[in-house]
């Protein structure tokens, strides 16, 4: 009898404990979902946009196709094909995946030498590759401009632009990795040491797996930074035929500037990669942005 007394007081109060969680998150959670729904309706009504007719678009608003179903794949085929931008979109991911993935192992090395390798001068010159991250990337255009010309090929190929975004990408590598592989357990590495395992196995087998929150968040930064990267494009690819999407949708505003069904739907194109590469790897990206947070 005792125990059902008990009991009863505390369903009770667990149950009284959660509706006051409830209410006191909901005007939080309300919060959340309108800045979210504002986020996304310019994303929505450009989708919607993309696959509508012109005289459709001239004559109502984009939210009338949400009722009305007329929608059409012939805009992406006009801009794929007739305008070019499929050769454009295969240049953006000629250009990314490999300016993503050489900051990303550079760094991730650099990182481990910085977070486990002691030798002189570690901690001075860690300061001095973090305060890189605060040079505007403006600044070093020209100087760089120059450099390339005087190697035509780095200006007439894909070399010089994945240069770029690897130095500049790689201030960013070496914090945010370097934060994170501190925070491994000192006791595992040691072990593998003792048991005659050098630096690169240790970085292989231990580090890199146990890793992936802020490999992944690293890979979300830069792949996106890349993808989106207009003035690098503009300036270091100079051949048309190797120039982004980034660069080419422009060229589209000038030529089909009332067809506003070919533009949403090339932005649209642009946008979506992103989008997917984002939601992919979205449930590493605040663990491993949080992960080296305290102890650095």
Do not use: C
């Not at 200006?155 to 914090?175: D, K």
């Amino acid at each position: 009898m005792t125990t059902v007394e008990q009991a009863v007081p505390l369903a009770a109060r667990t149950r009284s404990e959660r509706l006051v969680r409830f209410i006191t998150r909901t005007p939080i959670h309300i919060g959340l979902i309108g800045i979210a729904v504002i986020w996304l309706v310019p994303t929505v009504g450009l989708a919607v946009t993309s696959f509508r007719k012109p005289n459709n678009i001239a004559s109502s608003g984009w939210w009338h196709a949400l009722t009305q179903w007329d929608w059409t794949l012939h805009n992406y085929g006009s801009v794929i094909n007739a305008t070019g931008m499929g050769h454009a979109w295969v240049n953006s991911v000629i250009i990314t995946v490999p300016a993503t993935i050489l900051p990303l192992t550079l760094g991730a090395l650099a990182a481990f030498g910085f977070a486990w390798v002691p030798f002189p001068f570690r901690d001075t010159l860690f300061l001095i590759i973090v305060a890189l991250m605060i040079v505007p990337i403006q600044t070093s255009l020209v100087p760089l401009l120059k450099l390339f010309a005087q190697h035509g090929h780095l200006n007439n190929n894909y070399y010089g632009i994945w240069l770029a975004h690897t130095a500049f990408g790689l201030p960013l590598a070496v914090f945010l990795l370097r934060n994170f592989f501190i925070t491994l357990p000192k006791d595992l590495i040691e072990a593998a040491r003792i048991d005659g395992a050098s630096n690169l196995s240790i970085f292989r087998r231990i580090v890199v797996p146990l890793s992936v929150p802020a490999l992944a968040s690293f890979g979300i930064f830069q792949f996106l930074w890349v993808w989106n990267d207009l003035l690098m494009a503009l300036i270091f690819v100079s051949d048309p035929n190797k120039q982004p999407m980034t660069v080419r949708i422009p060229y589209l505003l000038s030529t089909y500037g009332q067809e506003y069904n070919l533009l949403a739907a090339a932005a649209f194109l642009l946008m979506i990669v992103p989008l997917i590469v984002f939601f992919a790897l979205q449930r590493y990206f605040v663990q491993g942005l949080l992960a080296g947070s305290v102890k650095t």
